[in-house]
């Protein structure tokens, strides 16, 4: 354990919270996330485990023996050379420890073997690196932020990683109508801010967002807190720019928001986890930032009252409702025991996170008042407060960003992301703990994004444990079928969901899935052994 630095009282409540998320989420294996926050006396200081050392965590080819290598060739010196003749040399990263971390997904859960790292800077870049790797047949590995949480972001084996985190320029932004031009390596909360000096802000908010990139969010459509206000991310990305598998660059960067000249094309990009080609640029459409800002927390005995406080929500805040999220008391536990986050209010099974954003906040605070009184004056709320100054609204909002680091604190996180039918959304917390008594299990709770349906559902152990994995997979994924629920809500499919689409596509759209990666990259190199069911 190594002391990282130690801050003042005065300092601590602005400085840790951000240095928690990158040190939590940045992290490329989850045993670099054990946290514990000091505080004694006069100072405050973290402590963490060093990162572990990427060959602590067991190769995917190992991990998961079903998966077979494809018949792609193996880099050699002649194929480092040509790259090293399209990147200048200190872009083309071969150094076995530069390397590691682009190997490695930050849970631990998967590891590849790759012995390259391209960092191009521009589009045509891109596709001078995908011209030769698709005449060489070498496969390759897109990479953002590498926040994912399916094993989409890393290679399975040695394939070529295309990092496009110096893809980072902002190309243009019409304050008028809002639409923001970015390369795809630009960071989430960079964009954000660059926004929010503006009077705008991104449609899309994530824990992740200190890491993230908007290339790999819009490749895998990420949800997030506030979809409820401003809906799925591709309903706001206007045009994309992307590279083929053979380097074409294909050119629908429009920033219209009407435009029915045929296809859509963006929509093969947005979600298919660079599979059908590589995102490097994105046009979206930003909403104005609002005036006022209300957070309550609120304190709840059952589910029934959740859903009774949330559809009261949707009426009673109406326009104003940008946020309605849902953690469980052991959730929210391992952010006050693992993180010693400080939890606002008494202790109760259930808390929800409600968010209200408008233009006038007299009326706001006026709106949210009535509502949280007209629900605790009839019990379903049992207690409650309510923050409109941001340091207030930000440690609030940490007991919910955190979660997932909390959670990686207590050794490897098993995460699951299924949308459900409302009335059922939580029921499989109960009926999965159920399951894994007398196992390895440390944990297992839930939180949810009650504004789309999406439980996110959460198990701990000490390490990786077959037995563990055995008694949850398939059932999770075949209940979820069961109530025509999806198995994955926002998180994607990448690697470690291929082998359960099936439970949410039709073998019809599957065989349409396969017919267009074939058509679009016969040869198979854009992150293989992803998104679609392996051949047999």
């Given amino acids: ?5 130690v801050f003042p009282v005065s300092l601590f409540e602005e400085v ?15 045993r670099a996330a054990i946290v514990t926050l000091i505080q004694k006396g006069a100072v405050r200081g973290i402590c963490h485990s060093q990162p572990c050392c990427s060959s602590d965590v067991e190769l995917t080819s190992v991990r998961y023996p079903g998966v077979q290598r494809g018949s792609y060739s193996q880099l050699s010196d002649k194929h480092v050379q040509h790259f090293k003749s399209i990147l200048p040399k200190e872009r083309v990263i071969t150094d076995e420890d530069d390397i590691a971390a682009h190997n490695v997904d930050w849970l631990g859960m998967v590891r590849g073997a790759s012995q390259i790292v391209l960092k191009p800077k521009t589009t045509e870049e891109v596709s001078a690196i995908l011209k030769y790797c698709n005449a060489e047949n070498l496969a390759v590995c897109p990479q953002g932020g590498n926040t994912g949480l399916v094993g989409g972001s890393v290679p399975v084996f040695d394939e070529v990683v295309i990092s496009t985190s110096l893809m980072n320029n902002i190309i243009s932004l019409d304050e008028l109508s809002g639409v923001l031009v970015c390369q795809a390596g630009c960071i989430l909360e960079n964009l954000d801010s660059y926004l929010s000096e503006r009077g705008l802000m991104m449609p899309l908010d994530l824990g992740a967002k200190g890491t993230c990139q908007i290339g790999g969010n819009v490749s895998t459509n990420a949800g997030g807190i506030r979809l409820i206000r401003y809906g799925s991310l591709q309903g706001s990305v206007l045009g994309i720019e992307a590279v083929m598998a053979d380097g074409e660059v294909i050119d629908c960067l429009s920033s219209l928001k009407k435009d029915n000249t045929g296809y859509h094309l ?4 947005i979600g298919s986890e660079g599979t059908l080609g590589i995102v490097t640029k994105v046009a979206i459409q930003c909403p104005p930032s609002p005036k006022a800002v209300n957070v309550a927390f609120l304190g709840l005995d059952t589910f ?50 409600i968010e209200t954003s408008g233009s006038n906040g007299t009326h706001d605070e006026e709106k949210l008042t009535s509502f949280l009184e007209g629900l605790m004056g009839s019990g379903i709320i049992h207690d ?18 955190l979660l997932p680091a909390s959670l990686t604190s207590e050794g490897l996180l098993n995460s699951y992301d299924m ?56 059932f999770v994924f075949e209940w979820t079928s069961k109530l025509k629920g999806s198995v994955s809500a926002e998180h994607g499919i990448g690697f470690k969901k291929t082998q359960y689409i099936h439970f949410s596509k039709s073998q019809s759209s599957l065989n349409l899935m396969k017919d267009i990666k074939k058509l679009m990259d016969p ?14």
């Fill in 1 to 5: 354990m190594f002391i990282i630095e």
């Fill in 266 to 269: 963006k929509h093969l990009f």
């Fill in 304 to 353: 029934d009252d959740v859903l009774r406080t949330f559809k009261e929500a949707r009426s009673g805040l109406g326009e104003i409702l940008s946020s309605c999220e849902m953690m469980d008391m052991l959730a929210l536990d391992a952010a006050t025991t693992n993180l010693n986050l400080q939890r606002p209010i008494g202790e109760f099974p259930f808390y929800m996170l």
């Fill in 523 to 536: 040869k198979g190199i854009l992150n293989p052994y992803k998104v679609l069911p392996a051949q047999h």
């Fill in 16 to 30: 840790v919270p951000d240095m928690l998320r990158q040190i939590l989420i940045h992290t490329v294996a989850r």
């Fill in 419 to 474: 949308t459900l039918p409302m009335k059922y959304l939580y029921d499989l917390v109960p009926l999965v703990s159920e399951r894994l008594a007398g196992t390895s299990a440390i944990r297992c709770c839930g939180f949810c994004h009650l504004g789309d349906g999406n439980l996110h559902l959460n198990i701990t152990t000490p390490k990786f444990d077959p037995a563990v994995l055995k008694i949850v997979e398939p």
């Fill in 384 to 401: 409650g407060t309510v923050a409109s100054e941001p340091s207030r609204i930000k440690s609030i909002w940490q007991l919910r960003e």
